[in-house]
């Protein structure tokens, strides 16, 4: 899964940035289904389009969290960073791209929105891994496997569905 700058005691995996994780590969370990939480999806959407399309078309279901981007939440993050002054082109076009996957392999897709913010972006594999990333400049991630550290792994879990529970479906618009 790429190059981790470190491993812990707790056998955690600490990447310093997200190109040190072969991503691919990282998404490929699940087995059934993968649940993603992001501010945006763009750069998946952008740069893994083929990967989304073999997973679901593997049969995994994929689920997407992503900032309802009408929230004052969205505005918030707008506001407070220079640099996401085209948050909300992000997200919707993130949503786009989404409801085009979710058009043409619809049971394996779900997207949800959600107007609070959370510190990370967690990609959750089979309810065994668990992927960090920090809503921060440099974008470390942890790697995190139930088997080896349960207690921090079940902690992003119950993020994951805290965030999940709060969040509504969104409603893709007919192409």
């Known amino acids: 899964m ?9 056998y955690i995996w600490h990447y310093h ?3 040190r994780i072969n991503f691919p590969v990282f998404m490929r ?3 059934k289904k993968i649940r993603m939480s992001a501010l945006t999806f763009s750069l998946l959407t952008l ?8 997973l679901v078309s593997d049969g995994k279901k994929l689920t997407f969290l ?5 929230s004052e939440q969205a ?3 707008t506001s407070q960073y220079a640099s996401s002054n085209d948050l909300i082109d992000q997200i919707n076009s993130s949503l786009t791209r989404l409801c085009e996957l979710k058009e043409r392999y619809r049971k394996n897709i779900t997207i949800k929105k959600y107007t609070r913010l959370h510190g990370n972006s967690i990609t959750i594999l089979d ?5 960090v990333e920090e809503h921060v400049v440099d974008r470390e991630n942890l790697v995190i496997f139930k ?3 349960k207690k921090d792994f079940l902690n992003y879990l119950k993020q994951f569905k805290d965030l999940e529970k709060s969040a509504t479906e969104h409603q893709c618009q007919p192409a």
């Open 2 to 10: 790429g190059s981790p700058d470190f491993v812990d005691p707790k």
């Open 66 to 70: 992503i900032l309802d981007p009408s």
């Open 17 to 19: 940035s997200r190109d």
């Open 147 to 149: 088997k080896d550290s």
């Open 75 to 77: 505005k918030i993050e």
């Open 127 to 131: 309810d065994s891994t668990v992927k």
């Open 47 to 54: 740069q893994h389009e083929l990967l989304l399309r073999e």
């Open 29 to 31: 370990q699940a087995k």
